[in-house]
């Protein structure tokens, strides 16, 4: 098929005004969130629905053209920027953007993979129900992206991450064809739980187009406190009080270091730290549920107080209205921003067991500061799923270009300690083109030729947002 017909049966799909060539209105979609990764691309192209993105792929899967799928464009290891051969397609989901039903009484609604994470938190709320998936980037990340990077966020804890919340899926496979998963149960052990191949897979075996996703009650109480701590044994102490005496309801644990607070403080409008004294370590908790009688803030004031009288606390400030609730937030919030007021940041999204974090962090951050002196180590993060943004400003003054340069070297390091531990290179951001190679390294031999089985199986032609994740065959 040539180019030209190429292109004519993505306009007989979609209709051509949804079929971008134009340079100038392909630019912006060719370069990841953080600015790390640039491509071309033959087209991009926006399906309206799930037979139309069928369509599309079908084209593409009849002239061997490579598809990248595209939802909200907030992902931060590149993979939703196609390889700069300029061969691809993208396949951008936008504009499928409907909540095909909502089930109340099930507790599920059923949503197109283009629909803004913040707009279906709405819609929930208003049938009287939660859905929990929360993150910075709710305003503008897709559920389908979200669904395709496994997405974590703030609510983790207590919730799960984007995996948990899907009971179905529908999926555009690769030569075009639709499987159709929507299925709304909550038990169903007939045979193997094909969703969760595509969940987190970034795109490479499908095009996600729609979910059965899980709904929960409005949480009746929220309580919310900002706490100093002396060290990371004694927030993990904190954390385990609060879950005991609010019967698990922490819905947040964040973690966050001195230097953090500092920078969000100095840097970023609006960040107060609400305590008088400053702390080596911070955290902030939230715990959600409860029966709306003050109960769930009661019990977890005497968790903070015994946390206090143990020494596991130096200082703790309780929210006493959504507002100043908030307002820790922000100040949490404010420490990705802050960051690139200092110049460069090496950065590193990895977990380990919760019970792991203190000695990751002891071993880690001497190995940094050995390797680049000077080194301005901010960790924070969801200390709850012990999933830590170990994130490292460049020294005071130092060429930024020359500190990137030492990225590749310092991530080897930090993941070395963190393997060592019995961690994941990757805690929610995914793997996208920017840890293939880490994840290679790691995983054990067995499970890189299963995750190559699969990739070979569902996308034989490896036209499913190829060079991202895993490649077909082992690289030699
Ligand atoms: C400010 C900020 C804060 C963030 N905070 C968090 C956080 O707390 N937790 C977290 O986990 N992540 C976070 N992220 C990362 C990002 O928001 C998530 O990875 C998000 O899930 C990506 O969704 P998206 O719609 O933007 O996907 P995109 O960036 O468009 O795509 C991401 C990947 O999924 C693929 N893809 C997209 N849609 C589909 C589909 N329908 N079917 C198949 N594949 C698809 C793409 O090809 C790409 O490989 C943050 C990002 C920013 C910018």
Known sequence: ??????????????????????????????????????????????????????????ACAQTGTPVVPQGGETGLVGGGVPDASGSAVIVA?????????VDPANNTMTVEAGCILQHLQQTAEAHGRLFPLSLAAEGICQIGGNLATNAGGLNVLKYGTARDQVLGLEVVLADGSVWDGLRRLRKDTAGYDLKHLFIGAEGTLGIITAAVLRLHPQPRETATAFAGVPDVESALAVLNRVQEATGHAASSFELMARRGVELAV?????????????????????????????????????????????????????????????????????????????????????????????????EATPAVEAMIPGVRPVP??????????????????ADPGAFLARWEAVNARVHDIVHAHGGTVSA?????????????????????????????????HNLMNPGRVVTPEAES
């Open 428 to 460: 929610e951001h995914g793997v996208g083109q920017l840890k293939m190679g880490e994840i290679a390294r790691f995983k054990p031999p067995e499970e890189m030729a299963m995750l190559r089985a699969i990739k070979r199986a569902l996308d034989p």
């Open 266 to 362: 100095k840097h970023v409008e609006g960040a107060r730290d609400p305590l008088g004294a400053a702390h080596p370590w911070t955290v902030l908790v939230e715990v959600t549920g409860g029966f709306g009688d003050g109960g769930l803030r009661a019990g977890l004031e005497g968790a903070l107080m015994a946390a206090h009288e143990a020494g596991e606390i130096a200082d703790v400030v309780m929210a006493e209205n959504a507002g100043q609730a908030r307002a820790f937030w922000h100040l949490r919030e404010a420490i990705v921003e802050a960051q690139r007021h200092e110049g460069g940041s090496i950065k590193h999204d990895i977990a380990v067991p919760v019970s792991a974090v203190p000695a990751f962090l002891a």
């Open 380 to 397: 924070f993060g969801h200390l709850g799923d012990g999933n830590l943004h170990f994130n490292l400003t460049q020294p005071e003054g």
């Open 93 to 101: 989901t936008d504009r499928l953007n409907r909540v095909r039903a």
């Open 1 to 58: 098929m040539t180019e030209d017909t190429l292109l004519d049966r993505l306009c007989a799909a979609v209709g051509a005004r949804y079929v971008e060539t134009d340079p100038d209105a392909l630019a912006p979609h060719l370069i990841d969130w953080r600015k790390r990764y640039r491509g071309t691309a033959r087209a991009r192209v926006r399906p309206g629905t799930t037979e139309e993105v069928a369509a599309v792929v079908s």
